[in-house]
């Protein structure tokens, strides 16, 4: 099915602008015809990537439709081995509720068929109460990749973020009117985020996965629960040594959230298989205590959606708070990629689907 005409997210000099500038890349990846939709299945995917294109004042989204027939020559492509980039600078354009830029896909249920409907662009959990609205009962998210490049400069090394990208999340919906209901959903927290993190005099990174009480923003017990996969969790800054993950080296991680279960797996080659599972209807953590200060119902009544990329947690902002290292950036690509003011990723695989009865 040919899907590069009639794009319709932005306008026609805009995606002719991004496609001549990939034309014109002097780069071997943008030399190539194909774009990231023709290797991989991103019909049920949208994208942010850091830039203003049409000059709205508000960063980027690549819709559904027009991801087919899209690529960026810094921030997505494919590179000279077929495989997905992602990349992105430490300053530069981002959301409206983030100081962290990302060019990283925004998973969309009802794909192709996106009439911004909440319920069918998302999934939830068996245990929500209005679970036959959503587009899907759980989900499936698998991905192989490599971590090519994290931030090196932060004015606060000592603060978690600082270093670190993340690369796989599950984030819930922000729903004003489920907050509303004061039931404890719709705050937009994530149950899930998969984290590489590498310090500048390290030789190897670590991979650990964060869940995020399901709490409202001002609540100070709304804080991230790190789980070590490779190497270290975020806030231990000793070397992980062989026990960690290279630069370039290739790990993979599934997703499997079945029924209220969030299954996870991790595999390396070289230092084998990791296993977690939650459940995102209760309190009880990965390592089955219960977590007094967590929404006693975890995640029941929210709907959620995956998220696949780069996203950069070396925040610029230069403030107390523990999100921001204040990490060095120009806003200038060219300038920022010479510094090692970026992040950047590459996935050989990437697929979604519905979620999978475990076989155990």
Known sequence: MNLKKNITSLSAVALSTMVLASCNSTDDQASQASVPADKFDLSHWKITIPTDINNDGKVDSISTTAIQAYQH???FYLNE????VFATPNKAFTTPNSSNTRSELH????GLQDKGDKYDNNFTILANKDAEKYGQIGGNLQATLQVNHVAKRAKYPNKAPAFSVVVGQIHATKDPEFVAQGEGYGYGNEPLKIYFKKWPNHDYGSVFWNYERNLEKENPD???ISYPVWGNSWLDSSE???KGIALNETFSYEVNVYENIMYLTFISERLGTVNYQINLADNIDAYGKVDELDHPNGYTGDGNFFKAGAYDQCSIKDDPGFWYPACLGT???ET???NG???????MKLVTGPAKKPQN
């Open 107 to 110: 998973q969309v249920v009802s």
């Open 240 to 242: 992980p040594g062989d």
């Open 73 to 75: 020559p810094d921030y």
């Open 336 to 338: 920022d990629k010479a």
């Open 81 to 84: 081995d077929n495989n997905l």
């Open 331 to 333: 806003g200038d690509w």
């Open 222 to 224: 709304r804080k991230d």
């Open 341 to 347: 003011d970026y992040a950047q990723v590459t996935f």
